[in-house]
């Protein structure tokens, strides 16, 4: 118990002085994450709407393999991708192992899925009441489209915390590929990993709690983004 409480005692310590090594841990972290949702992002919104303003009929097998996908292990993601970009790899010609690339392409794999199946979910649930709404006011349907993606903003955006919140506390798959290397790989969660496994547990318990604020923030965020901006 007074080694846990001397920790977190440590772990404010480094973050308050800014320390150096703890800093270029987090900053790599937020630009690896922050790439990979961006990502994600941009793949899995338009195929979550897509598949959402289609007839559910129609998409069942593809819904399948999405709501498959969503619960892949991040070992698993993290494995198969290993052996494309490997060297002995098809892909392993790019050079792209234990690199930052590797890293968001694994974050990418486990994220996309999850935005793509939770904005089809929101943008199924307010699609046929919107589409309808909009065609007898004389709607085009481009406009349609547009109006049923606008009406499900917070569902999508909740889609994509999710994805980030995934992604954000992922260790298993960046591991694989990145090589968990100091200074170029290492994230807050492969370096809480091997930290804890030194017996560092001051930077590791720093990190958890970087970890914890930034999600502290994240959903903060989406809170008031669902009460309207109000913060009152």
Not at 45 to 59: H, I, M, Y
Not at 193 to 218: H, P
């Amino acid at each position: 118990m007074y080694q846990l409480l001397e920790g977190i005692i440590e772990a404010f310590r480094l973050i308050i002085s800014l320390d150096a090594n703890l800093l270029q841990i987090v900053f790599l972290s937020l630009r690896v994450s922050g790439l990979a949702i961006i990502t994600g992002t941009l793949f899995g919104v338009p195929l979550g709407a897509l598949l959402g303003l289609r007839p559910e009929n129609k998409t069942r097998l593809i819904s399948k393999l999405i709501f498959t996908f969503m619960g892949t292990p991040p070992v698993v993601a993290g494995l198969l991708i290993y052996l494309l970009i490997s060297r002995m790899g098809p892909f392993g010609v790019l050079g792209l192992i234990y690199t930052p690339t590797a890293m968001i392409i694994a974050q990418v794999t486990l994220a996309t899925p999850i935005i793509a199946g939770l904005t089809m979910i929101g943008v199924r649930s307010k699609g046929a009441s919107v589409i309808e709404t909009a065609q007898s006011l004389g709607a085009g349907h481009g406009l349609v489209i547009w109006t049923v993606i606008k009406e499900s903003r917070i569902a999508i955006l909740g889609a994509i915390i999710t994805g980030f919140g995934r992604i954000i506390a992922e260790v298993g798959a960046v591991m694989i590929v990145g090589g968990n290397i100091a200074g170029q790989t290492r994230v807050m969660t492969t370096a809480i990993v091997l930290e804890t496994r030194k017996g560092n547990f001051e930077l590791a318990i720093g990190l958890g709690v970087i970890l914890l604020i930034i999600s502290f923030f994240i959903n903060s965020f989406l809170y008031n983004i669902q009460r309207g901006g109000n913060s009152n």
